[in-house]
């Protein structure tokens, strides 16, 4: 059974930073492409930033030199370093397995830019 923990969020002003976290209770971690989704009121859930066992990282345009990802096998935790934020950039934050184990969705954490 995968168990997924997302801490980190938070209410921030505009330019400002949050790192979050995902601890992941998912057996063989370190060979899962894991991602970074969201989802805004109203809108569609999103991927934002994944990264393969490889360290291979993608992201959306959105986020693009503004996101970071990152991951420690060590700890199976993925993290989203995210700066510059933006108002648009208000949502819940949620990781997965990319592409997305639809059991495994956890509560995700808050993120709130304010302008």
């Known amino acids: 059974q995968v168990q997924l923990v997302e801490s980190g969020g938070g209410l921030v002003q505009a330019g400002g930073s949050l790192r979050l976290s995902c601890a992941a209770s998912i057996s063989i971690f370190s060979i899962r492409t894991m991602g970074w989704y969201r989802q805004a009121p109203g809108q569609q859930r999103e991927l934002v930033a994944h990264?393969?066992?490889?360290?291979?990282?993608n992201y959306a345009d959105s986020v693009k030199g503004r996101f970071t990802i990152a991951r420690d096998n060590a700890k199976n935790t993925v993290y989203l370093q995210m700066s510059s934020l933006k108002p648009k950039d208000t949502a819940v934050y949620y990781c997965?397995?990319?592409?997305?184990?639809?059991?495994?969705w956890g509560h995700g954490t808050q993120v709130t830019v304010s302008s």
């Open positions: 990264i393969t066992s490889r360290r291979i990282v």
């Open positions: 997965n397995l990319c592409p997305a184990l639809e059991t495994a």
